[in-house]
């Protein structure tokens, strides 16, 4: 594992957890890489890896070592994902894929190479391991929603709505690449395409900086990132969806909201509240309509044989050990079957990058439509 | 029309809106009836009676009043309502029925004998005409639930919380019987019955009064009826209930709760959300089950084709419409069928009233099970 | 009053219950008015008024009419409101003031000389009247949600999901204008700029019709206007936001959401549970910090202390009483002091369809921004 | 570690992430101990424990072993607890405590010597560390409540709704002493007193068995346990509180709820939404008043500082993770500190027997009222 911030913690608890929980290996927790030796070493401590190191280029070329699991902020991706894919290895990658649609392009070359030969390249948008998000896919798959016409979605933060909270790497696009819209809109773009199974092929896009500036670390300095944005999307299954993200959302935590309104039903899902699944089916008699709140901790639902009785319910961290769960079902599959591999891959994650890309286009273009699939050869 | 303070209003908004609803006569508000000359003129003018008066006795004489509606304090219900019936006069009496047995089987007689006239002795427990309490009726009577096996009710309140809250006559056991228990239990008891079919044949009950002492006009005065009270019941068709009921339960406005629980559903409703009711059922697939929340506005629901289209809530008072819609049909059909007539009825009242006063001896018996059916020989 | 349809019943409701609740004068019921004969004689005898009439012209010109309450479709609101005020008579419109700004212009210049003579010309915005609302308002006003920066709106109603819902007036732009966008994006832009004392200086918007043809008397049959928008607004005081509706949300009934997000407060609100505001304080210690909902019945609250006790819900047409109380309480004031009149005017309803237009120019220019102070002047 | 099913994985879990997320020694998991050979071999190697063992009273001889964590069904806690802690270890028993008060005894005579000698004897009343319940304990304690005066707990499952479910040693008097009340009613009423810091002086109690006969292996076989139950109960700070539990209580997955009503506030929990706590505050102006949802998961929170950002909850099995930190820290500063140690102890379970034995012995009794500190003697 490369990295070893909240990312880093959070996989490193899905590691350790998995081979409890599931019926697959226990995983060798080899080594964890970092830049800053003392903190490396007490990461490994602290999250229990066997070793620490501060050179992954050396770690990702150990025979010892299957998956390299990049833990890193995203303008690291590229560089160590196409490493480690060239070496050989199974790569497991926090989204976003990368900063930019080049970089993206680059790794997913890399990456269809690499699955030639049999490897594995996992892109991290855990939320689809969400028990309940999970189970809204099924649903939608075994047709309870009808065709889905209009999709809602939202992903809504208050950490930035003081003042005088001060500037950081997240707010300048040279690092961050962009600010609200890569780093949550991207979530809530991605369950749409994900839910419906409809792909977004035009949109329109409106960005906003509403605190222009910000104490830095020598005086105000201007914020170059959105902290709010909004956009239409055209699926190409025929539904519409909007999309609206914002870190100066008083009150709202960690508010990822998705709503599908098909012809023969409804979803909606708050992941302030992730084990709630909220589905209306329209074909019910009138007066037994409603949105039933379905409380996703029941054997019969995805993953939930693994963990506790019903009623007994999972948090945020568990949607981790369900990815590491579903990577190493992918491996040994790959193996030694046809099996499709693991979703989302590398290709996923930039096909949602020119979303993002196509949204960024359309607000400097004053709001106008730009397709998704050809604005990147312009 | 007797009485005009918070029922008289509540009635009187009924009386003016039933027939703009529902498709039933205008009815004429001719006299409204008080002890205060100038208060009770007032009140004619602002709830729009044709005139008003002091003497009830000449009131339920006249020959242009077929219905008298009795919104006074409960221990004037009796009296007046034994006049009216033996008038000749359809009777609504506000609950409860009387503040004792004795005088409730006084008029349940009264009522007995104007029933074989053709007349109507109907009881005002007005939210069996909400809606969702209404849908939730048909649902237990159409087998959704099954057998229901177990009830849950409560009425919390919280206007005695402080203690420096003036005595009152509610306060009082001389003149309101009991406390919470009678005002507001009751409302707790009716539903469980109305609800299940069933009927209670035994409880165990406990009584307090949480500030034994408030403020009077003299000094500090004792409180000598309850302030909260709990009951577990055993009913007829089997089923177990608990009732609990508070006037001193912070935050709790006007918060009537019951849920059921059947061999193969479940319901729940709220009297502070009163559109919605709550519905389970248990015979879906597991993995789509849970609780459905059934906003009751659509012209399939009870009593809705009469008000406004879906999605439009009705308030509090709209009940009391219902009820007089209810009794009007009643009427109506009393008079030129072999139609069951109206419920719940006065006999209705003293059933309940034998409920409460069972609860009340099985306190006063350190919480000795106390039957329903022969404490009142003792 | 004329027009006797779903607005005319609940208009009617209001004038019945307004002296009731509040310390108004009695509201004489003089004349009801409407096209055919039958049906508005009818309706007088339903809804309790003194005469009909199928002449309007007629009946604005009595001497014993004070108010003329328009509740007719909107293509008729201009001509009649216009005679209505020039023959001197106070007037209530239903929204939308009119189906375009033309129309509009002419009757704010009708209102403009009317006002100057002590009328009144009233706007039928009610929702404003929701007390939650106006508890809304008032919260804002009072500076605790700070400077509000982004607002998010929402008016989702589920009435056209059947592809085989049939054509009507409403679904025709010659008759209705627009769709979604004037009959309940209206309503959530109103709400947006009066809670937030902030207009909309400019638009981006986007109309879809997602269902264009629908079964007509004579085969299928062309949708002509949108059954889903979407805009996002740039206020005068610095806010953003966003509004979205939709005919074809599956299992809304009548949402109307709206959430304000300042730098001290937070605010939501939902129409299907129109008794409750849901505020959140930031300047609380952060361990105490959420969402209180606030429900919305004590005396403190606005227009409450003329309805029930506490816990005591209102209905949705408890707001067209209050509408009628403020509108009397205008009217008195008017002609004895220089109160400021009533709100919203028709200058109110001129700027909100200048706003919709705004939306209409924005979709059919690609989504780029359109101002809302000079896109009528292209 | 002894036993190895559902709070074996539980407490696995616990172990292996404890030194991950707080500030506290990395755990070795020296031994794990069960009956089966295979299967304990299979849970040493999936819950990753370094050796296994089917000889406990081998095990807690080691000398690298510190502490034993006893997971067994509670009919053996009492043998091996004393046990361990005459040998000198630590101990971390499950609840309940044991099967009746004459064990419960005898462990706590044991644990007051180990005590003395530096030991911890602590009890798994786990949820007393779901951070929304620790918070609401925090809330008490500051005084935000006041005088709690009224409390309402209840603990309502469902997974014997359906009457064919088969007998099980939990439904037999001999193995699992009692039903629903020593099963759940134990953790409501244990919250109960923790939350409110008063002991119960007296109960009247009631249980009924619902269905009293399952399918046995070897035909119909009658349950001999309740399978619901309710009790008032009576605080020595005068409060009063009702608990009521069931098995039976269709669509409820694990609803354990509390309410706390206080001079100054109240509270509300429901575990099936354990991320939230609901506060009212009741010294704030009636016009704000309201239940607050506070999202329990901010680093000023309790036990929050050591898991995942602002918004990101926390699952049931985290709950296990804070309890083993404050047992790791309980052991420390026993060793070093005269603090206090752990909280609960065995006295306290003792002393939540001696109150579920009272609501057996007043069930006995006909519901008769019985005090907890003077039943045994009798």
């Known amino acids: 594992m490369i990295g070893y911030a909240f990312m880093g913690r959070a996989h490193s608890q899905a590691w350790r957890t998995v081979a409890a929980a599931f019926d697959v290996p226990q995983v060798a927790r080899r080594v964890i890489v970092g830049r800053d030796e003392s903190a490396v070493a007490e990461a490994a401590r602290r999250l229990d890896w066997e070793e620490h190191s501060t050179d992954w280029r050396a770690v990702i070329d150990r025979e010892d070592v299957d998956v390299v699991d990049i833990c890193t902020p995203g303008f690291l991706h590229a ?15 926090e989204k976003p894929l990368a900063n930019d649609a080049a970089e993206a392009e680059a790794m997913v070359a890399a990456a269809d190479a690499a699955q030639r030969r049999g490897q594995i390249a996992a892109l991290g948008f855990t939320y689809r391991r969400v028990p309940a998000l999970a189970l809204a896919k099924r649903y939608v798959q075994e047709g309870k929603l009808g065709t889905v016409r209009q999709a809602k979605a939202a992903y809504l933060q208050d950490w930035l709505v003081d003042e005088e909270a001060p500037m ?22 991605d369950q749409v395409q994900h839910l419906t199974g409809q792909s977004v092929t035009a949109v329109r896009g409106r960005l906003a900086t509403i605190v222009p ?25 025929g539904a519409l969806a909007s999309v609206e993200v914002s870190r100066m959302a ?51 639902h ?77």
Chains 1, 2, 3, 4 share one sequence.
């Open 213 to 237: 500036e910000r104490p830095g670390q020598d005086g105000p300095e201007a914020v170059t990132v959105d902290d709010a944005a909004w956009a239409t999307l055209e699926l190409d299954g």
């Open 168 to 189: 950081s790497w997240r707010l300048r696009q040279e690092t961050a690449g962009s600010g609200a819209l890569g780093d949550i809109a991207s979530h809530a773009i």
């Open 250 to 300: 008083t009150g709202a935590k960690n508010r990822l909201t998705v709503e599908l309104f098909g012809t023969r039903g409804a979803l909606r899902f708050d992941l302030e509240n992730p084990n709630e699944l909220w589905f209306l089916d329209a074909t019910r008699p009138v007066a037994e309509q409603g949105f039933t709140r379905v409380l996703v901790t029941e054997p019969e």
């Open 79 to 93: 560089e160590i994902a196409i490493a480690a894919l060239e070496a050989g290895k199974h790569v497991l990658c």
């Open 302 to 378: 995805p993953y939930l044989e693994a963990w506790w009785p019903q009623g007994h319910v999972l948090g945020w961290e568990n949607a981790f050990s369900n990815q590491a769960r579903d990577l190493l079902v992918a491996i040994r599959d790959r193996e030694t079957t046809d099996a499709p591999g693991y979703s989302p891959d590398f290709a996923d994650g930039l096909a949602l990058q020119r979303v993002l890309d196509a949204i960024i286009a359309s607000d400097a273009a004053d709001g106008a439509t730009v397709a998704v699939t050809d604005h990147l050869h312009r």
